[in-house]
């Protein structure tokens, strides 16, 4: 696989990942610090792996 395959992937994981966090800490109240931090975990590899694929395409 291309290193751009694998970034273009891991971008999509992450914004998946920070959406699904985010529904989550709305409707399980009672756990939303654990979903607040991956939300915030998944945004941050989210912003790398953009940082990363812009990198490695130009």
């Known amino acids: 696989m291309k290193k751009t395959?694998?970034?273009a992937l891991a971008?999509?994981?992450c914004l998946v990942g920070?959406?699904?966090s985010s529904y989550c800490?709305?409707?399980f109240t009672a756990s939303e610090a654990v979903f607040g931090v991956l939300s915030i975990v998944?945004?941050?590899g989210f912003t790398?792996?953009?940082n990363k694929l812009t990198?490695?395409?130009g």
Do not use: H
């Open 5 to 7: 395959t694998l970034f």
């Open 11 to 13: 971008v999509i994981v």
């Open 18 to 20: 920070a959406v699904v």
């Open 25 to 27: 800490m709305a409707v």
């Open 42 to 44: 998944f945004a941050i």
């Open 48 to 50: 790398l792996s953009v």
């Open 55 to 57: 990198n490695a395409v």
